[in-house]
């Protein structure tokens, strides 16, 4: 209790406790961000067989907990000392410790930002309801970020627990009352679906995946059904500015599949912060 009280009464060193645990908890999402497109690829091929009525193969155990992780190129596996968030990849000097094969940098901004972010958190919300909750908001989407940025996917695996998470927190006026956050789960799921159908009669292509549904579902559950206008704005607005980028200053073809659920996750984040004060700012002007 005494240490609670400590937390409620020193925001300073809740904020530094937040980022610790972040950091931690960074490391372990880059694990799931690696692994678990992987275990989808595994099931589906084993589906595959199944249907194909092919034998069963052996396959080795693949999770989140197993084989321990080690070097792609020379298979070393990573000791506990290797293993430490941030501080192994400065002392490794970003690369294995057996072959000297790089790490990617990737790493340790998955841990920093999830760090920081986590703080921010602390800092902005204070002990209490609100931070924790907006703690597995941040964790989830960082997770879908990066997931989406290197296959383009948006596992059920996360996006539908996250959409059932933010409705039993608005059981009780969590973030919104709970009218707010059903309504936001459909219409955001909706208002994409719609979206998706339209850009496929009218160009016979599929302009993004059903997961992206799903993810502005599960933020329309957190936040309530007001964010989301500001949500998709704000996330087609930077992935617009994103996908002229690529296209006339890297020289990609205007075909090139943008992964739309990192924005989408951008605009969720920014919602969950300021959200109520950008909509009351907007509002206000007429």
Request: one cysteine or more.
């Amino acid at each position: 209790m005494e240490f609670i009280n400590s937390l409620q009464a020193f925001p300073e060193l809740f904020t530094i406790i937040c980022v610790v645990i972040g950091i931690a908890v960074g490391s372990f999402l880059n694990v799931v961000i690696y692994r678990l497109p992987k275990m989808m690829e595994l099931a589906w091929r084993q589906q595959c067989a199944e249907l194909k009525g092919e034998p069963a193969k052996l396959l080795p155990v693949f999770n989140l907990v197993t084989p321990r992780s080690n070097c792609p190129q020379c298979g070393h596996k990573i000791t506990i000392l290797e293993n430490i968030p941030l501080i192994s990849y400065f002392f490794l000097k970003g690369s294995c410790s057996q072959c000297h094969e790089r790490i990617s940098i990737r790493y340790p901004i998955v841990e920093l930002l999830t760090g920081l972010m986590s703080g921010f958190a602390a800092w902005y919300y204070g002990y209490g309801f609100m931070c924790f909750v907006a703690l597995i908001f941040i964790w989830a989407l960082i997770a879908l970020t990066f997931i989406d940025f290197d296959t383009q996917l948006l596992p059920d695996a996360i996006t539908l627990p996250l959409l059932w998470i933010g409705l039993l927190i608005n059981l009780n006026n969590g973030i919104v009352d709970l009218q707010s956050a059903v309504i936001g789960a459909v219409a955001g799921y909706l208002v994409l679906w719609v979206v998706y159908w339209f850009f496929k009669l009218a160009t016979g292509k599929e302009g993004m995946g059903y997961g992206d549904f799903k993810l502005l579902a599960a933020i329309g559950a957190w936040l309530g059904w007001q964010t989301l206008p500001l949500v998709i704005l704000s996330s087609s607005f930077v992935g617009g500015l994103v996908g002229i980028f690529l296209i006339y200053f890297r020289n990609q073809h205007s075909g090139l599949a943008i992964p739309f659920g990192p924005y989408l996750a951008g605009g969720g984040l920014i919602a969950m912060f300021w959200g109520k004060q950008i909509n009351h700012a907007y509002l206000s002007l007429f």
